[in-house]
């Protein structure tokens, strides 16, 4: 546990440990409103479904798109908001945006909100965690979070939660009443497990620092891997890299070497060519920590660290479990470098620009 006669952080490592229940709180506020029937219903079928969102909310949306593909059938990508205000047409036509802002004042996605339901008159359904927000004045349809908001600078349980609750809208709209049954009981398996992850970062990051933390993840685990690059960049302001695990071999393994932390989500569905990765950079003298459902004989052999979850869900479930592993080594290595995790240099709770930056789409550019 985090040093409980130190307030650097205190909020930050409360807020990662209450992520179970905070899933509780918000399924079940969410299963009791039927507001995810309601959407699943009203909102727009056999379009594409473009995810939305800026920093932790864009590396969410990558995951959720993943989600809503492979529970749906249903085309869907994730796309920053910046990139349809300088470039419009990378936005489909007839689709449906998913604008995600922890804060719900975020410039860009409050733009991108303003563009999309004033200018091209499309419905947009929004999810925060804030309240009388700016975003929630625009959008069409909300989703709110108030139980999973911070008060810490970075994100934790916000981003989990709001995952957790668009894939919940996933299962609704696919009819996977197994999937919202799982999701339910993701929690409670969960919650036990918290304090044998914890030990196993806080293992890693007491035993050395390093040069370099590289990430690797595929299929809805890169989302994963790209928001805990994030994490340690932002609380401990190391030099992190996030790339697809079988991206890493064509020419990012050329900075492999004992001065390198390289972390592996592993999937199933990539288990054996994911495996031979990790093989290959534990041979090229790199550190491994592993974060797996299940690990067979050759992921022990490769791994320095393995922390295994043993979730009884489906794989496309565990994605907002095995961030949490991201997330506090984010933390301790900030800890451990002697910054505040709460308060991050150089960074604040949402980014709010004064006009000069962001605004409408601009056309000129085809």
Sequence with gaps: MADSNSQNGAHTIAEILS???????????????????????????????????????????QIAAATWSILTGGPARAIPASEILF?????????????ISRSGQTSEVVDVAKYIERELRIRALAITCGTGTQVETIASEVIRLSQADEKSTVMTRSFTSMLLALQAL??????????LAALRSLPAQMEPRLAD???????VVNARTYADYVFLGQGPFFGVAQESMLKVKEMSCS????????????????????DTL???????????????????VKGLGGATLVVANTANAAVRRSADCLIELSLDVPEVARPAAAVI????????????????????????????????????PNRART
Aim: with cysteine; glycine share 12%; charged share 25%.
């Design 262 to 280: 390289v972390t592996f989500f592993l999937s199933e569905s990539g288990s054996e060519p994911e495996s031979a990765v990790l093989e290959e």
């Design 19 to 61: 992520e179970p229940r905070t899933w509780t709180q918000c399924l079940e506020a969410l299963e009791r409103s039927g507001q995810l029937r309601e959407l699943s219903a009203k909102l727009l079928i056999n379009v594409e479904w473009v995810f939305v969102g800026c920093g932790s909310s864009f590396y969410l949306a």
């Design 239 to 258: 030099y992190g890299q996030a790339f697809h695990t079988l991206e890493f071999r064509h020419g990012p393994k050329a900075i492999v070497s004992g």
């Design 170 to 179: 996933a299962a609704e709209r696919a009819g996977r009443r197994d999937f």
């Design 87 to 99: 470039f419009p047409k990378l936005l489909p036509g007839g689709c449906q945006p998913v604008l």
């Design 325 to 360: 592993a991201g997330q506090l080594l984010g933390f301790y290595m900030g800890m451990r470098k002697g910054f505040d995790p709460d308060q991050p240099r150089n960074l604040t709770r949402a980014v709010i620009l004064d006009g000069k930056d962001g605004g409408s």
């Design 197 to 203: 992850v914890e030990r196993a970062v806080r293992s």
